[in-house]
């Protein structure tokens, strides 16, 4: 590479807090520009799309993109950052497989419209408007993106070459990902990088013995025990289903693993596995105890996809 | 497709034991069923992980099923249908918040002596199925990813 190499930040439909996670690495972001040249950063800078357009064709480096693919802007600017960059790194869980955003697939466009501008008791829409995509003014002609009936991932929309994931990605592995590519050892194209190869259980330091539940909770329900497993305790935790690479964070001050950073290794739908994971600790001697049991999980997709339902097989609720 | 046309397609998980050696005498003793459904014969209805069904509905079945030995004996291993009854009730919640009919996922106990109740299975789920219509998960996936305003 001549020069230092270039580096592009992007945000799609996210909740921002991928931009926090790259500013966690703290001073270290000095070291960081002091080795690349940030060439488009949104949130920190003033560069304008049409600068990127001008940019030559595989003219950045390294592109992190957080965010999931929700209108046609998230897609053009995933299409664009895809064609100005050599790699393009889905950044955190929005990217890497839909995130908090995703769960927008268990509706459409017109439920979501329905709920935001409609039917709330706290929204006076007498007339019915809803954002229309074009407008004419005496000066012109304004354009909105179009949203989307359902939330993609990055690299359901474009070829993307790494994956890190994490809602938000932790400080130490998004530097450690930085350091790799500085240094040019990444690994082979399509990894997940930036986190472990087992699961969050494999990290978790809780005490685990014997999986027998005969009750549920949700986490406003019981002040669990600090030392053991919380899902022993009948608190669903995602530990089984969830890539390592955290540390084991959330279970560590008693909460529960929500699974934000992905399927482990050779899993293809997080939530299938979970959800077996979960209901083979069900203790039941008859379908009916087991029946009476599991009822007590309240919002299965909700629980199982937190993170991952715009990645999973089915990707999305069959509207009627 | 017009409806009369339509040819459901049903996947069915059964357990060698059980199920499956209904399944086969149901063949043998030439009771009528319906050609809609395919048999995938795993080991143990307790060994179907729920991305099967999912994978099935994904790549076009119409109706998934899974079928194994009555509980609590019936079980070659001993306990295999416990994980059955424990993962499924979980499965059909799942499903149901994925907008898939409750006829489109069936799963129960049919002993390798239950032959005409597989065969009388195989027939019901069919018509039931017929009268949903195709479920088409891909193109449902691709028309609803690709409308815009």
Known sequence: ?320 | MAEKDFEPRIIAFLCNWCTYAAADVAGISRLKQPLNVDIIRVMCSGRVDPSFVLKGFLEGADGVIVFGCHPPGDCHYGEGNYKTFRRMPLLERLLEQYGIEEERFQWGWISAAEAPKWAELTRELTEKIKELGPLNWNSYLEESETKEA
């Open chain 1, 1 to 320: 590479m001549a020069g230092k190499p270039k580096v592009a930040f992007y945000w799609a439909a996210s909740c921002g807090g991928c931009e926090i996670a790259v500013l966690e690495i703290r001073e270290k972001i000095l070291d960081l520009v002091q080795a690349v040249d940030i060439v488009f950063w949104p949130v920190a800078m003033d560069i304008k799309y049409k600068d990127v357009e001008a940019m030559e064709d595989g003219g950045i480096d390294v592109c992190f993109f957080n965010g999931a693919i929700r209108n046609t802007e998230n897609e053009h600017m995933a299409r664009l950052l895809r064609a100005k960059s050599r790699t393009l790194v889905a950044y955190g869980s929005c990217a890497h497989e839909g995130c908090i955003p995703g769960l927008a697939n268990l509706s459409d466009r017109e439920a979501i419209f329905d709920v935001v501008y409609k039917d709330t008791a706290s929204t006076e829409n007498g007339d019915d408007l809803v954002p229309q995509t074009r407008h004419e003014f005496a000066e012109g002609e304004v354009e909105l993106p179009v949203f989307y009936n359902s939330v993609k991932t990055l690299g359901q929309t474009v070829p993307v070459d790494y994956f890190v994931p994490g809602c938000p990605p932790q400080a130490d592995q998004t530097w450690a990902v930085f350091e790799a590519f500085v240094k040019g050892e990444l690994p082979a194209p399509g990894s997940v990088i930036g986190a472990g190869e087992k699961t969050v259980c494999d990290e978790c330091e809780r005490v685990k013995e014997e999986k027998k539940v005969k009750e549920f909770f949700r986490i406003h329900e019981i002040i669990p025990d600090e030392k053991k497993c919380l899902l022993e305790q009948g608190i669903v935790c995602a530990g089984p289903a969830t890539r390592s690479g955290c540390g084991g964070l959330c279970p560590m001050v008693n909460l529960p693993c929500r699974g934000c950073y992905g399927p482990p290794p050779e899993v293809v739908d997080q939530g299938a596995k979970l959800l077996s994971a979960v209901a083979s600790v069900v203790d039941a001697d008859t379908e009916e105890e087991a029946r009476q049991i599991v009822s007590q999980i309240v919002d299965p997709i909700g629980t199982f996809y937190r993170f991952g339902l715009a990645a999973s097989l089915l990707r999305r609720r069959k509207m009627k």
